[in-house]
């Protein structure tokens, strides 16, 4: 498993790993696309051989970072994977001076939930009807300490 920052010739895969496991609020072509127009976003890919079966992103400005999303292929859930993505996010966002680092996470999503928990992410509030099917979203929040590495 490797894990590399994404690049232009990934986004069809990647916009297919995305509607593969998403029926609603999927990032679309377009959107993985305009992520290379902004200097402040990282995007990154887990790959087994030549498949790309994981991706993360985060936009880091000033001294937050907004994690994007984080998404495994469902046959490769539970292995660690979404866990290293996030461990090697959080890592961009520190190396780029943020000391916060902020996520949403769907309510029903507890699985997501553990590993940021895991990560060190703690709930700092909720959203009501944030998606568009009407679920609410938890807010979560890592405090980076100064010199800390992920």
């Known amino acids: 498993m490797q ?4 690049q232009f ?10 509607s593969s496991c998403f029926t609603s609020d999927a990032w679309s072509y377009r959107t993985f696309a305009a992520c290379f127009e902004n200097p402040a976003f990282c995007g990154v890919v887990a790959e087994d051989g030549d498949e790309i079966v994981g991706y993360g992103g985060i936009t880091a400005a000033a001294d ?8 495994v292929a469902e046959r490769f859930r539970r292995c660690g994977i979404g866990t290293k993505l996030l461990k ?3 890592s ?3 190396s780029k001076g ?4 902020f996520l949403e996470v769907r309510v029903s999503n507890a699985a997501a939930m ?3 928990l895991k990560c060190g992410f703690v709930g700092v509030y909720a959203r009501k009807k944030y998606y568009s099917d009407g679920e609410d979203c938890l807010v979560m929040k890592l ?8």
């Open 88 to 90: 090697k996010l959080i």
């Open 9 to 18: 010739k990934d986004i069809l895969a990647l916009s297919e790993l995305e």
């Open 114 to 116: 553990a590993m940021y």
């Open 98 to 101: 943020a000391k916060d680092i």
């Open 92 to 94: 961009v966002a520190r």
């Open 3 to 6: 894990i590399r920052e994404w």
């Open 64 to 71: 937050s970072a907004d994690v994007e999303n984080v998404l």
């Open 143 to 150: 405090a980076c300490k100064e010199g800390e590495r992920a």
